[in-house]
């Protein structure tokens, strides 16, 4: 469930980078964080993305460990 939180969160984030630049909801924007020294270009959309695809995992995991919970009870 924690794994499809932090999903919607990053999704939600990345969609609220765009208000906070007075442009329109959802418009992309490349943002260049240093990482360990290294200056790494991210994509709005990218982080969007990995945002859905977490919540989609997050989900069908959660569904199949209380299945798999109502089989052994």
């Known amino acids: 469930m924690a794994i ?3 999903g919607l969160l990053l999704s939600v984030l990345s969609g609220l980078i765009s208000i906070f630049a007075h442009v329109p909801f959802m418009t992309a924007h490349w943002i260049y964080p240093v990482i ?3 200056e790494v270009p991210l994509s709005t959309v990218t982080t969007f ?3 859905v695809y977490l919540v989609v995992f997050g ?3 959660s569904i199949f460990l209380a299945l798999e919970e109502k ?3």
Request: hydrophobic share 45%.
């Open 4 to 6: 499809a939180g932090a």
């Open 36 to 38: 360990f020294g290294v």
């Open 49 to 51: 993305d990995i945002g």
């Open 59 to 61: 989900s069908i995991s």
């Open 71 to 73: 089989d052994h009870v």
